[in-house]
Nanobody, 122 residues
Framework: QVQLVESGGGLVQAGGSLRLSCAAS????????MGWFRQAPGKEREFVAV????????YYADFVKGRFTISRDNAKNTVYLQMNSLKPDDTAVYYC???????????????WGQGTQVTVSS
């Protein structure tokens, strides 16, 4: 069982930056693939970024490549999403999720945080 708690969301102007954090409970955090997803009002939850467990392979949705960076600190049981050059279209609730296999689809993830709101003003 893994419990996830996101933080770091907020209101930012277009072009600004935010760093999201996701703190995980449990002693096996390093064995989980961690993903970030987002959901805007009226839209389906969509993949943003994923980072593997020990190998630390990363993969991004096309719309965030070059702007967002996913990273993790296994010693702190935390995964991060650094978001730069934010756009109003990035406005959404951002969720982190954990899974024991590499995946980019939300339905493949077993554990979810409660989400953190990111609002980007124009």
């Amino acid at each position: 069982q893994v419990q996830l708690v996101e933080s770091g969301g907020g209101l930012v102007q277009a072009g600004g930056s935010l760093r999201l954090s996701c703190a995980a409970s449990g002693r096996t955090f390093s064995t989980y693939t961690m993903g970030w997803f987002r959901q805007a009002p009226g839209k389906e939850r969509e993949f943003v970024a994923v980072i593997g467990d020990m190998v630390l392979r990363t993969y991004y949705a096309d719309f965030v490549k070059g702007r967002f960076t996913i990273s993790r600190d296994n010693a702190k049981n935390t995964v991060y999403l650094q978001m730069n050059s934010l756009k109003p279209d990035d406005t959404a609730v951002y969720y982190c999720a954990a899974n024991q296999h590499w995946a980019v689809h939300p339905w493949a993830y077993d554990y979810w945080g409660q989400g953190t709101q990111v609002t980007v003003s124009s």
